[in-house]
């Protein structure tokens, strides 16, 4: 029996050194195919991935192009648009790689809406930047008129914010195991999910206005669809105290009631690594094994060689 894993590749991962263009990121995404494609031989795959880069072009092309007779897309559709491109362009590398290497597998992208909670704290406290920079003044006049909430963005200009609510379903889990349970390598919960609420009553979804960390999302799609392992690929091999100091230390195997009481302590930040860290132990707390490490050390730390790797 194949051990199933779950990839959440971050949003950069296919924007190394800020490429823009399809070409430019569909170039990288070979990379990240033919990795996938070595690897399906000896795990069932599952892959998420981040939008930060994508989803943030398309508002801008959105907001600008936008007109009465062609009005801007709400986020959580902008949400769906990202997803629809990134599994593309990931879909076509990884058919791709099995190809060239004379292998037949199938590929699937599931466009994913992932249920929240509508009375979860962060609709209150928007604190997620998306979107292009705007003055003060731009910023504060697009809030009255949109109804955006807006933040001066770590003096680099201002921006919107939006909610980030944690993740508590996914409507499409049963349709992505089946198509696990068939051999598909199957990519899902794209940029966190499109973020929706339930109604208690008719459970009718609707689409709500966030980001949901992909962190998150992909952690609660490995802990629906069953997987052994939950791995974020981030940009750094290994997860550091004191990162980028000289008293910088690495962690390699590790427990998730240590590396939650270093959460406590401050040692990661909240935009970059602290989401990592408290999806891997959450995992790992249900009896998975959660890693963090990059793209080229993948293969190790599934094999417990290389990576930060967080057991019960």
């Known amino acids: 029996m194949k051990k199933r894993i779950v990839l959440a590749l971050g949003g950069n991962a296919l924007q190394e050194n800020g490429e823009a263009t399809a070409e430019a990121q569909k170039a990288i ?56 491109q990134i599994g593309y362009w990931l879909t076509q590398a990884i058919n791709n790689a099995l190809s060239k290497k004379g292998k037949r597998r199938k590929v699937a992208t599931v466009v994913s809406q992932v249920v929240v909670d509508k009375n979860d704290p962060a609709f209150r406290n928007p604190t997620k930047p998306i979107g292009q920079f705007y003055s003060e003044k731009d910023a504060k006049t697009l809030a009255k008129s949109k109804g955006w909430i807006v933040k001066e963005d770590a003096g680099r200009g201002w921006r919107r914010v939006v909610p980030s609510p944690k993740p508590i379903d996914i409507i499409e889990k049963g349709s992505i195991t ?15 999910g499109i973020p929706v609420t339930r109604t208690k009553v008719l459970k009718r979804l609707k689409g709500v206005d966030a980001v949901i960390d992909k962190d998150f999302a992909a952690e609660k799609l490995a802990e629906l669809t069953g997987a052994d392992i939950f791995v974020s690929v981030t940009a750094v091999p290994y997860v550091y ?13 590790i427990s998730a009631k240590e590396i939650t009481n270093l959460t406590k302590y401050g040692y990661f930040k909240s935009g970059s690594m602290l989401p990592k860290v408290e999806a ?11 890693i963090i490490t990059d793209i080229n050390h993948l293969e190790k730390a599934l094999k417990g060689e290389a990576g930060t790797i967080v057991t019960k």
């Open 178 to 192: 089946e198509l696990i349970k068939d051999g598909t390598i199957v990519i899902a919960a794209g940029g966190g």
């Open 241 to 253: 105290t004191n990162f980028g100091t000289s008293n910088q230390a690495k962690l390699e195997h």
């Open 280 to 290: 891997a132990a959450a995992f790992a707390k249900k009896g998975g094994t959660g």
């Open 29 to 84: 995404a070979t990379k990240v195919g033919e990795i996938i494609a070595e690897l399906s031989d000896k795990y069932e795959i599952v892959v998420a991935h981040g939008n930060g880069p994508q989803v943030g072009n398309i508002l801008i092309h959105e907001e600008t192009a936008s007109t009465d007779k062609a009005p801007a897309m709400p986020l959580e559709t902008a949400v769906a648009m990202s997803q629809g």
